[in-house]
């Protein structure tokens, strides 16, 4: 047993040789001296000036640490005299008999009062280019070093273990010339649980973020739980949870709140990152923000592969103001080719409510039961640089619009669509119109005068149609506006290089139907219009009565077809150069116009040699047709024909559509009685503006006509008594049964 004596004795004596060595060394080593040694090797390495301001102290056992006073690494040339870094005070210590086993055990490593200051010149130079070509250059060297001499056996990686890291009262500093963007991260505190290799540790971290430009004050906390498995290079950060408080007269009401709880995959050596489980809350208050708060929510999958060029989010759930919207977005390409793709929608929500929910009115409508529902889907793909819906279905209220469309080229869009609607009420959503707002709008009587706003330049904005690339067609089963009941309705349109064509657009209406077509030319500096239309078998006082909610001036079925066109820049320079043709025929109807009627009436009473008879406000007629050309804004009319029981009424005249006046003149004549009744004419005049015309009746030419009418008659009686008609044909060409009128003007001044 002596052996083992004095094996023990050994020991203590090598115990307090080394305690006797480490307390010498202790006593004797000052770290402070190795100072110059330090700045010296760190100038060789980076190229900066350091600054060991404050003591350097060192433990070694148990721990074998390092405690480091005020420090300061230099800035690059050019960015000023602030230091790249600073710090207060720095501590690492790491126990020492482990080591002898190649484990490190470290004690809490502890950083305080960290400052760094980066910063980006106009150019584009940073104040760490030359820290990153030199660190990278001597990195280099080392990976020589050791290629040249390889190790000629393995060890297993040592054991690690850190207590923890703790950074408290750091501070980042951004300045971005290029931008123009101050941004300053102050303070900054991290702490996190103990550090194994392979094994989970919690973080937590708090930090201020200002912004100058605009103030923005923003405060953001996050924790979460870290699964490395640094093996697979394979890293889960579980029970994230981040929040975000931002204050500042640019954040939507002054002040807002995001808050974020998920599970985050990360595969390091793929560079793949899943975002599992996430959820984002959102809050804004301020007096700015619709009802003074805004309320959103997250709910969704995020993975994204970058090293397969891909990403998803799947599903979306997007909740903000009562309404949600639920999804999936696919996207591949994401470092070349981009291509996206989705489907989205919102599910059933309620407009008025939502418009309620952002603090406005909702507008007042004519049936205040509309936007009470409505539900969008739509499925959509695209690159970068074009997109496409394939699929839109919005229903709103008891309407619903199907679609597609796609938009090619960003830069200069190319849009090509396709959109259906069933039926829709339009007036249902207008502004509802009292009585008295309409009597407010009908013009007061007296000569018609052009207001100023009449004559307004047109607000045609030529620059955006001339960049217009468009083309596409709509349908609607029915639709009803301004009173107006359309069915079957079919339009297609085009626009490309200023030049926009909105034809053929087709409609049933009133029991007819409706072509036409509208072309707007802005490729010149003085735009161009065309409107091509024709309406065949439309009851035109059933249309015309709806659109005005008034008694219609003609009623009637019929046929109108014109072909207008013009130019210019005003109003007033558009009724002036119109010019065209319009084509009329009217079958069974009437026109409702009662001083017309009573000329009318008067002038039948004067040829039946009668008393007028009361009429009622109308002029009932078999057929009313007629055509004029339109030049220089004045219509020309030769050819109205109206067809009445007992009368037929030619008309001629012109209207000045620059002026809103008229001067046209009908001319009456029985078509019952004798032969010579239907060669008597009543003249009677239409002259002034368009929503006072005044009626004239020329009793004298009434008179006249009257007289002739008895002469021809009794000179008729007497030739045919005293001449042969042998003799008659010789003095009259076609003999007594052609009106004696051009035989006689001189006579009675014809």
């Not at 973080?203 to 100058?212: E, G, P």
């Not at 507008?363 to 699929?391: I, M, Q």
């Amino acid at each position: 047993m002596k052996w083992l004596k004095r094996l023990f004795l050994l020991l203590i004596v090598l115990v307090v040789l080394i305690f006797g060595a480490a307390a010498i060394l202790l006593a004797t080593f000052d770290p402070n001296d190795y100072k110059p040694m330090v700045v010296e090797e760190v100038k060789k390495a980076t190229g900066r000036d350091l600054q060991l301001e404050g003591d350097i102290s060192l433990t070694f056992f148990p721990w074998l640490g390092l405690r480091m006073g005020e420090a300061e690494l230099g800035n690059a040339p050019g960015f000023g005299a602030d230091p790249f870094a600073r710090v207060g005070d720095v501590q690492v210590r790491v126990a020492l008999i482990p080591l002898f086993r190649g484990e490190v055990q470290a004690d809490k490593v502890t950083l305080e009062g960290l400052r760094v200051n980066l910063a980006k010149h106009a150019d584009g130079k940073t104040n760490w280019d030359d820290l990153v070509d030199n660190l990278s250059r001597a990195g280099e060297e080392a990976t020589e070093e050791q290629t040249a001499e390889p190790e000629t056996g393995t060890s297993p990686p040592p054991v690690v273990a850190i207590g923890g890291l703790a950074i408290t009262d750091a501070a980042i500093r951004w300045q971005d010339d290029q931008t123009g963007t101050h941004v300053s991260i102050d303070p900054l505190d991290l702490e996190t649980s103990e550090l194994e290799l392979g094994k989970p540790f919690d973080i937590d971290l708090n930090v201020r973020l200002n912004n100058a430009s605009p103030p923005v004050v923003a405060d953001v906390k996050l924790s979460t739980v870290v699964h490395p498995d640094l093996e697979k290079q394979y890293v889960v950060l579980e029970d994230l949870k981040l929040a975000i408080a931002a204050d500042g007269e640019s954040v939507p009401g002054g002040h807002a709140e995001v808050t974020l709880d998920t599970r985050a995959d990360l595969w390091l050596v793929t560079q793949r990152y899943v975002l599992d489980g996430l959820k984002v809350a959102a809050t804004a208050e301020g007096a700015d923000l619709p009802g003074g708060r805004v309320d959103a929510t997250l709910d969704s999958r995020v993975d994204v592969d970058l090293g397969a060029g891909r990403a998803q989010i799947a599903p979306l759930g997007l909740g903000v103001m009562g309404m949600t919207l639920q999804g999936r977005v696919d996207v591949t390409g994401l470092e070349d080719d981009l291509r996206y793709s989705g489907e989205l929608s919102t599910g059933a929500f309620s407009p008025r409510a939502l418009i309620e929910k952002l603090g406005s009115q909702p507008p007042e409508t004519a049936d205040p039961e509309v936007l009470r529902l409505a539900d969008l889907k739509v499925s959509f793909s695209g690159t970068d640089n074009s997109a496409s819906v394939s699929r839109l279905s919005l229903k709103l209220d008891d309407s619903n619009l199907t679609g597609e469309a796609t938009v090619n080229n960003f830069e200069k869009p190319a849009i090509t669509f396709k959109v259906a609607l069933d039926e829709m009420d339009a007036d249902r959503y207008l502004p509802p119109v009292s009585k008295e707002a309409v009597a407010e709008t009908k013009p007061a009587p007296g000569p018609a005068t052009q207001s100023p706003e009449a004559d307004d330049a047109l607000e045609l904005p030529v620059d955006m149609l001339r960049d217009l690339d468009i083309a596409g067609d709509a349908k609607i089963g029915k639709l009803k506006i301004s009173n107006i009941r359309l069915s079957d309705i079919s339009a297609v349109l085009k626009a490309k290089d200023g030049l926009l064509t909105l034809k053929p657009v087709s409609t049933a209406l009133y029991d007819g139907r409706v072509n036409t077509g509208v072309i707007v030319d802005a490729r010149r500096d003085t735009p161009a219009f065309q409107v091509n239309t024709s309406l065949k078998g439309v009851q035109i006082g059933d249309l015309v009565g709806d659109l005005t909610q008034e008694q219609p001036y003609v009623r009637g079925s019929g046929a109108l077809s014109f072909d207008l066109k013009t130019h210019g820049g005003r109003v007033s320079t558009l009724k002036r150069q119109l010019g065209g043709t319009v084509r009329l025929a009217v079958t069974k109807g009437a026109l409702h116009d009662p001083e017309l009627a009573r000329k009318v009436e008067a002038a039948v009473a004067f040829l039946q040699r009668r008393q007028p008879h009361t009429t009622g406000d109308e002029l009932i007629f078999d057929s009313l047709t007629g055509s004029a050309r339109i030049d220089k804004g004045v219509l020309d009319n030769r050819d109205l024909r109206l067809d009445m029981p007992l009368i037929l009424v030619r008309g001629e005249g012109k209207a000045d559509i620059a002026a809103e006046t008229v001067d046209y003149t009908l001319k009456l004549s029985l078509t019952e009685g004798s032969p010579d009744a239907k060669r008597v004419v009543v003249p009677i005049t239409i002259k002034g503006p368009f929503d006072k015309p005044s009626y004239g009746l020329d009793l004298e030419a009434l008179a006249t006509e009257a007289v002739r009418q008895e002469a021809e008659k009794a000179i008729s009686r007497e030739l045919k008594k005293a001449v042969p008609q042998q003799d008659i044909e010789k003095v009259l060409p076609g003999g007594l049964d052609k009106p004696l009128g051009d035989a006689l003007k001189g006579i009675f001044g014809r």
